[in-house]
């Protein structure tokens, strides 16, 4: 088992940053790769960025440019950096961790981006 827990939501103006952490533990050997969703009310949960063991990364292209995604090994631990924040990236974000044959899952952190 992987256990993920998000912090680091909160409220910010439009054109604010934002550094989100997932802490993981347990059974972490193994993990190949790792990421952030998110989810706006009334819609679909939507990859945000991803990040493999590689360390080789990937964006949606909403977030290309504002967004980093990145990882401490020695912290077992996931960053997603938010720059130039805009309403639109409200939503509840989550990450996982694929650790075959299981995607795992955080409980979500809250973003709120006011206008």
């Known amino acids: 088992q992987v256990q993920l827990v998000e912090s680091g939501g909160g409220l910010v103006q439009a054109g604010g940053s934002l550094r989100l952490s997932c802490a993981a533990s347990g059974s972490i050997v193994g993990i190949v790769a790792m990421g952030w969703y998110r989810q706006a009310p009334g819609n679909q949960r939507e990859p945000v960025a991803t990040?493999?063991?590689?360390?080789?990364?990937n964006y949606a292209d909403s977030v290309k440019g504002r967004f980093t995604i990145s990882r401490d090994n020695a912290k077992n631990t996931l960053y997603l950096q938010m720059n130039a924040l805009k309403p639109e990236d409200t939503a509840v974000y989550y990450c996982?961790?694929?650790?075959?044959?299981?995607?795992?899952w955080g409980q979500g952190t809250q973003v709120t981006v006011s206008s």
């Open positions: 990040i493999t063991s590689s360390g080789s990364t």
């Open positions: 996982n961790a694929f650790r075959a044959p299981t995607l795992y």
